[in-house]
């Protein structure tokens, strides 16, 4: 069956623009996951949507980022005035459930450089 | 809080022989724990969790990991090591938050298995 997808695969964009990184899980997959991955940080979570309860919005380093998943599917990670540090991977995941014996399918990642 | 920890950024093997990719947690209550490899340009794939049961986990292309609560360790191995096996290894814990619910996941900094033909 598909995966999970995330478009665009690659985003150059200048310091300062609004960047937007898509979502697609897995159908039926309520869970949804969004981490970071960048050389000096490793793998970092960023949130996570579980239905219709309120986003764990717990990892997301500065009030310029900002998530939303309609529908309870799509999802759309939102960076305002990007900055070079800004620069990673994100990959997204999803999961049947937070429970914990679910593991997280991951997509293939966006990678974004700010210049 | 929980944290996990891989000791080795590398782990060179020859082809044929086994391996060994090490993990170590700190977790409060009950550890679930996966292993996850990563090849170039691309996203995580699962290899293998470990939630109750059995210590010794098997699980995709031949790898299994063995729980040790004592030791609070996870290792990755394989008995026959693949020069296809190449690639970045991460070890994660689940992380429940303060709600007890979210699921998340910690993970190791990862470490770069190089099989040699």
């Known amino acids: 069956g598909a995966g999970v997808s995330q478009s665009p695969s690659n985003k150059v964009t200048e310091k300062g623009k609004d960047v937007e990184l898509r979502c697609d899980p897995i159908s039926g997959h309520t869970a949804l996951y969004w981490y970071r991955q960048s050389l000096g940080q490793g793998l970092e979570f960023l949130i996570y949507f579980q239905g219709n309860s309120a986003p764990d919005k717990s990892g997301l380093p500065s009030d310029r980022f900002s998530a939303e998943r309609t529908g309870g599917s799509v999802s759309t990670l939102t960076i305002q005035r990007t900055q070079q540090e800004d620069s990673a991977v994100y990959l997204c995941?999803?999961?049947?459930?937070?429970?914990?014996?679910?593991?997280?399918?991951f997509g293939p990642g966006t990678r974004l450089t700010v210049t | 809080a929980q944290s996990v920890a891989q000791p080795e950024d590398q782990v060179n093997v020859a082809e044929g022989n086994p391996l060994t990719v090490k993990c170590t947690y700190s977790?409060?209550?009950?550890?679930?724990l996966f292993w996850y490899v990563q090849y170039p340009n691309r996203g995580l794939q699962f290899l293998l969790k470990y939630i109750t049961g059995d210590n010794l986990v098997k699980g995709s292309y031949g790898f299994e990991a063995e729980f040790n609560k004592s030791q609070t360790s996870f290792h990755l191995k394989k008995p026959s090591a693949l020069v296809s096996d190449s690639a970045l290894y991460f070890c994660a814990v689940r992380d429940p938050g303060s709600s007890g619910n979210t699921g998340k996941l910690i993970f190791g900094q990862g470490t770069t298995l190089q099989v040699k033909p």
């Open positions: 977790v409060s209550g009950n550890p679930y």
């Open positions: 995941a999803s999961s049947l459930s937070t429970g914990s014996s679910y593991e997280q399918y």
